[in-house]
């Protein structure tokens, strides 16, 4: 009787020495900035609670990705200037950025990982611009960000196997879900499900985070699909986690090439395909920006 992933996932989740944790002030924040009206003097006082999520939200603001025109440099102004649904992002986005410390051991590169979130989330985020719906991008930047949150966790976390996943993926071509799923019998996108569901993220991004990977690109929920194109897309133009030196990346960038795809973003209400092959250097552009704020 074969054990399916979400049964061997939930196993692996129990050999987790410590499992990570959404930090009590992002926790609280969030909470608040879901409310109703929106006390963002309430909310300024959380997260000033907590000096390392504060100082990264202050960096996060100042960072190529909100491109402002002055520079901030206190946690009450950022949330003025920005409002609820920027300051909802910019605190998601800090909690992943923490679980994704440079000093935490995986055999991933972790600047690599960011390139790939961030491209996803601005890719995702564009695609569904096309649709004018101004909710449903944020939750696309946002899905982005985090689809991947389970590779990183597990790399952390089982290092010597996660170290084999990397070395089986790149010796026969795979993609990393591939030679998870070789290595552990479940895959990031199963972790990652989980742990999402324990943070208490919404419904939507838990699906996202658990099928991005799934075969039946047909059944998939519209923003999980969404961030499934986004993904490809990203992974066409180099922003890979699987590779470590830049040269090996390089060498597996084949330029965006929309031809294997260009029918599933046709089904993108308003998509542009022009615009959207116009748009994309300067994306790219902005993500190795920011990541490389972050990091330097």
């Known amino acids: 009787m074969t054990t399916s992933p979400q049964?061997?996932?939930?196993?692996?989740?129990?050999?987790?020495?410590?499992?990570?944790?959404?930090?009590?002030?992002?926790?609280?924040?969030?909470?608040?900035?879901?409310?109703?009206?929106?006390?963002?003097?309430?909310?300024?006082?959380?997260?000033?609670?907590?000096?390392?999520?504060?100082?990264?939200?202050?960096?996060?603001?100042?960072?190529?990705?909100y491109k402002l025109l002055q520079e901030i440099d206190?946690?009450?102004?950022?949330?003025?200037?920005?409002?609820?649904?920027?300051?909802?992002?910019?605190?998601?986005?800090?909690?992943?950025?923490?679980?994704?410390?440079t000093s935490s051991t995986s055999p991933l590169k972790m600047q690599h990982c960011w390139e790939h979130a961030f491209g996803v989330g601005l890719v995702a985020r564009k695609l569904s611009s096309y649709g004018g719906n101004a909710a449903e991008t944020e939750q696309a930047y946002i899905a982005g960000i985090l689809h991947d949150i389970g590779e990183v966790i597990l790399s952390q976390q089982r290092r010597e196997e996660f170290a084999r996943v990397l070395v089986l993926a790149r010796e026969r071509g795979l993609d990393l879900h591939q030679a998870e799923m070789e290595v552990f019998g479940t895959s990031h996108a199963e972790i990652g499900a989980l742990l999402a569901n324990q943070w208490r993220f919404p419904a939507i991004y838990v699906d996202v985070i658990r099928h991005h990977h799934d075969a039946q690109t047909d059944q998939m929920?519209?923003?999980?699909?969404?961030?499934?194109?986004?993904?490809?897309?990203?992974?066409?133009?180099?922003?890979?986690?699987?590779?470590?030196?830049?040269?090996?990346?390089?060498?597996?960038?084949?330029?965006?090439?929309?031809?294997?795809?260009?029918?599933?973003?046709?089904?993108?209400?308003?998509?542009?395909?022009?615009?959207?092959r116009a748009s994309l250097p300067?994306?790219?552009q902005q993500v190795k920006e920011t990541v490389d704020s972050i990091y330097h």
């Open 221 to 276: 929920a519209p923003l999980t699909h969404l961030i499934y194109l986004a993904d490809q897309i990203c992974l066409s133009v180099g922003f890979c986690c699987k590779y470590e030196h830049p040269e090996q990346r390089a060498s597996e960038v084949y330029g965006l090439d929309l031809a294997d795809i260009e029918q599933q973003l046709k089904a993108i209400e308003g998509i542009k395909i022009n615009d959207f």
């Open 74 to 101: 206190s946690v009450r102004t950022a949330l003025i200037y920005l409002g609820p649904q920027r300051v909802f992002e910019i605190i998601l986005t800090s909690c992943f950025l923490e679980l994704t410390d």
């Open 282 to 284: 300067a994306m790219v």
């Open 7 to 65: 049964t061997i996932a939930q196993s692996i989740m129990k050999t987790f020495r410590v499992l990570p944790t959404v930090p009590a002030a992002a926790s609280r924040a969030i909470q608040l900035l879901n409310e109703p009206d929106v006390d963002m003097g309430a909310v300024a006082d959380v997260l000033l609670s907590d000096q390392v999520m504060a100082a990264r939200i202050i960096r996060m603001v100042n960072s190529p990705l």
